[in-house]
C-alpha cells in the first residue's frame, strides 16, 4: 500500500513538470509582454527604456531557460514571488481568492450530490418509465445549459420576483464575507452561483449514478437480498445504492477538482472576485508569474484530488487492494 | 473480447440494413429511442435554420440600426432587437451558422486526431504509448476553460482561433477513450494475422484497427459537437471567441445581456434558449446513438 502510494506521488512529477512546460511556452508565445501592457496600455506614448528597465527588473531580460528554472524553482520551493502587474506577493493574491473559490466549489459540490443521486437512484429504479425519461431530459438539460445563462436567469429571477413580491428589486450582495464574520449574508451571495455550477454538474453524476445502480441491480447479491425476503427498502439502500457509489465518488471528485480552476464563468457573471476571474486577468495582462502559479495550483490540486479518490477507493471497496 | 466483437457486429447490422424503408425506419427510432428521435430533430433543425438563414430572415444580422433599438418583440421583430437594432431572431438564425461551424469543425478535427493518436499508441505500445499518456496526462488535468483561454490568448481571437482552442483539449480526451478500445483489439488475432501477412504499420492501424473502434470514436465525436457548441459560447461570452460583428449566440449574451436584463430580457433569454436547444439535440442524439452502440448498455 504505502509502496503504491509511493509510486503515485512519484508519476504526480512528470504531470506536473509537463504542465509547466506547456504553460511556460504557452504565455511566452503571447504578443506583447507585461511591460508593454502596464506602460503603453493607456496608448500614451512610452520611451523603450522604460519598458527596458521594466523588463529588466521583472527578469525578462534572462535566457528563457534560466527563467524556467527560476520558476520551477520557486515552485519546487514554494516561493512564487510578485505577480508581474500588480507587484504583491502572489500567495497573498491567491489566498485574497482562493477562500472564495473553494466555498462555492464546496457548495456546488453539495448542490450537485443533493440532486443526483435521489434522481439518478429514482431514475435507474423506475427504468423506461416517464419518471425516467423526465429525469433524463432534466439532466441532460443541466449539460446543456450553459451556466452563465443559467446565472443570467437567476439574477433576472430574482429581480422580477422581488419586484413583484416585496416591491423592490433585489440582487446577492457584491462584497464578498467571509462565512466565519457573517454566514447569512455569505450564503445569500453564494448560494446562487452554487446552485447554477451545482445543477450542471449534478447532470454528470446523475447519469453516473443511473447507469452504475442499474448494473448493480442486476448482480446475484440483490437477488439473495430480495429471495430472502429483505425489505426493497434495505435492499436498494444497504446493498445497491451503497455499491453503485463508487463510479460516482469518482466523478464527483474529479468534477470538484475541474471546478477549482473551471469557474471562471460562473465568476464572470456574478462578479465573484475568485481565482478563475484571477485567472482571466492575469492572462491578458500577460502576468507571466501569477499565470503559472495559478496553473500550476489548478493542476497539482487536480492530481492530488485524483490520487485521494484513488485512496478513497480502497476504503470504500475493501475488495481493492493497490499494491 | 470476442464477445465485445461479435456484439458490434451485431450493431452494424442492423444500422446497415438496406431493406427498411426510410419512414419505416424512422418511425423505430422514434419508437426504440424517442429521445433520440428528439434530439435528432432538433438537429436537423438546426442545419435547416444554417443553410436556409438568408431565406428566412428579410434582415441583415450585421447591419445596426439606431431608429430600432432595444424594440420589444413583436410581429416584425418576433424575439425584439438589441441594443444596436439588429434583430434578435436573425442573429439567432445565422448564430447557428457559427454555431455548426465551430462545432462539427472542431469535433471532427479534435476526433480524428484523437482517434489516430489513440489507435498509435495501443498498437505501438511500449515507451512510445508511456510517453503519448504522460502528455495526455499532463492535457487532462487543465479544465477545459482554462487551456482554451490559454490558448485563443496566444493566437488572439476570431473564428478560426476559436475553433483551435477548442479541439486542442479534445484530441487527449479522444485518444484516452479509443486507446482503451484499440488495445482490446490489438489482442485479437487478426491484427498478428495482417502484421504475418507483411501489411505496414499504417495499413494495419487504418485499415484493420480503426474501423473497429469506431464506436467510443462516434460517441466521443457527437458529445464533443455538444460540448465545442458551449466551450465555443462561453468563450465568446468572456469576450475571447468569436468577436463583434459575427453573429453567435455566446456573443449575443456578452454585450447587453446583463446590462438590459431587466429592462430587455428578450436579448438576454433567446440566445440562451439556442444554445441550450442546440446542444439539448445533440446530447440526447448522442446518447441514444451510445444506447445503440455501446454493448454494454445495450440490453439495458
Redesign the interface.
Known amino acids: 500500500m504505502y509502496k503504491y502510494m509511493a509510486k503515485r506521488l512519484l508519476l504526480m512529477i ?2 506536473l513538470f ?2 509547466a512546460v ?2 511556460f511556452l ?2 511566452r ?3 506583447g509582454d507585461v511591460c508593454e501592457l502596464r506602460l503603453a496600455g493607456t496608448g500614451n506614448y512610452v520611451d523603450q527604456e522604460a519598458i527596458d528597465i521594466c523588463r529588466e527588473n521583472l527578469g525578462m531580460n534572462d535566457a528563457k531557460i534560466v527563467q524556467f528554472f527560476d520558476f520551477i524553482y520557486g515552485f519546487v520551493t514554494f516561493n512564487f514571488g510578485e505577480s508581474m502587474w500588480t507587484g504583491k506577493a502572489i500567495t497573498y493574491e491567491i489566498g485574497l481568492r482562493f477562500q472564495l473559490s473553494l466555498q462555492v466549489a464546496i457548495m456546488a459540490t453539495f448542490v450537485a450530490v443533493i440532486i443526483a443521486i435521489p434522481l439518478g437512484a429514482i431514475s435507474a429504479l423506475k ?1 423506461n418509465t416517464w419518471v425516467d ?1 423526465v429525469v ?2 432534466f439532466s ?2 443541466g ?4 451556466s ?2 443559467l446565472g ?2 437567476i ?2 429571477g430574482l ?2 420576483y422581488s419586484q413583484a413580491w416585496f416591491g423592490e ?1 433585489w440582487m446577492p450582495p457584491i462584497e464578498y464575507v467571509s462565512p466565519l464574520e457573517d454566514l447569512g449574508q455569505n450564503m445569500l451571495q453564494l448560494i446562487w452561483p452554487a446552485v447554477a455550477t451545482g445543477y450542471r454538474y449534478s447532470a454528470v453524476a446523475t447519469r453516473m449514478t443511473r ?1 452504475a445502480l ?1 448494473e448493480v441491480l442486476r448482480e446475484d447479491y440483490i437477488r439473495t437480498a430480495r429471495a430472502k425476503g429483505l425489505m426493497e427498502k434495505l435492499v436498494i439502500n444497504r446493498h445497491a445504492l451503497k455499491n453503485s457509489m463508487l463510479p460516482v465518488v469518482t466523478i464527483i471528485g474529479i468534477e470538484f477538482a ?1 471546478l477549482m ?2 469557474l ?2 460562473t465568476e ?2 456574478f462578479n465573484l472576485n475568485g481565482l478563475g476571474k484571477l ?2 486577468e492575469s ?2 495582462n500577460s502576468d507571466y508569474t501569477m ?1 503559472q502559479a495559478l ?1 500550476m495550483l ?2 497539482a490540486i ?2 492530488l484530488t485524483n490520487f485521494v479518490i484513488d485512496l478513497f477507493y480502497a476504503w470504500l471497496d475493501p475488495r481493492i487492494r493497490y499494491s | 473480447m470476442t464477445m465485445v466483437s461479435e456484439v458490434q457486429v451485431e450493431a452494424e447490422v442492423e444500422e446497415l440494413n438496406p431493406d427498411v424503408p426510410l419512414l419505416q425506419a424512422m418511425l423505430q427510432l422514434i419508437k426504440r429511442q424517442p429521445l433520440g428521435a428528439a434530439g435528432l430533430a432538433v438537429v436537423i433543425l438546426m442545419i435547416l435554420m444554417a443553410v436556409f438563414a438568408n431565406f428566412l430572415s428579410p434582415y441583415d444580422p450585421e447591419a445596426n440600426s439606431l431608429e430600432h433599438m432595444l424594440v420589444e418583440p413583436s410581429w416584425i421583430f418576433p424575439m425584439g432587437t438589441d441594443q444596436f437594432g439588429r434583430d434578435v431572431l436573425t442573429r439567432i438564425i445565422y448564430g447557428a451558422r457559427t454555431a455548426l461551424y465551430v462545432g462539427f469543425t472542431a469535433a471532427t478535427v479534435g476526433s480524428f486526431l484523437g482517434l489516430l493518436l489513440g489507435v498509435a499508441s495501443a498498437y505501438f505500445g511500449g515507451r512510445f504509448d508511456l510517453i503519448m499518456q504522460r502528455v495526455m496526462d499532463v492535457f487532462m488535468a487543465f479544465p477545459l476553460i482554462i487551456i482554451a483561454l490559454a490558448v485563443v490568448a496566444t493566437l488572439g481571437t476570431g473564428t478560426t482561433n476559436v475553433i483551435i482552442a477548442i479541439t486542442i483539449p479534445f484530441v487527449p480526451q479522444c485518444a484516452r477513450v479509443v486507446r482503451s478500445s484499440a488495445l482490446a483489439i490489438r489482442e485479437i488475432p487478426y491484427v498478428d494475422a495482417a502484421r504475418s501477412l507483411g501489411f505496414g504499420h499504417s495499413r494495419i492501424i487504418l485499415r484493420h484497427m480503426m474501423p473497429n473502434v469506431m464506436a467510443p470514436f462516434l460517441i466521443m465525436f457527437t458529445s464533443f459537437l455538444g460540448q465545442a457548441i458551449l466551450l465555443e459560447a462561453s468563450l465568446s461570452y468572456l469576450g475571447m471567441g468569436v468577436q463583434e460583428p459575427t453573429p453567435a449566440w455566446g456573443l449575443m449574451l456578452q454585450g447587453g445581456a446583463e446590462e438590459y436584463a431587466e429592462s430587455a430580457p428578450w436579448v438576454a433569454i433567446w440566445p440562451g434558449v439556442a444554445i441550450s436547444l442546440a446542444v439539448f439535440g445533440f446530447n440526447l442524439f448522442g446518447d441514444a446513438l451510445r444506447d445503440v452502440l455501446d454493448p454494454k448498455l445495450r440490453s439495458r
Open positions: 512528470p504531470t509537463g504542465a506547456l504553460i504557452l504565455l508565445l503571447i504578443p427504468q425519461y433524463r431530459t441532460i438539460a449539460i446543456a445549459m450553459p452563465f445563462w443570467i436567469l439574477i433576472l429581480l422580477i428589486a447507469s442499474l475541474f480552476g473551471g471562471v464563468v464572470q457573471v485567472f482571466v492572462v491578458l499565470t496553473v489548478v493542476v487536480f492530481v
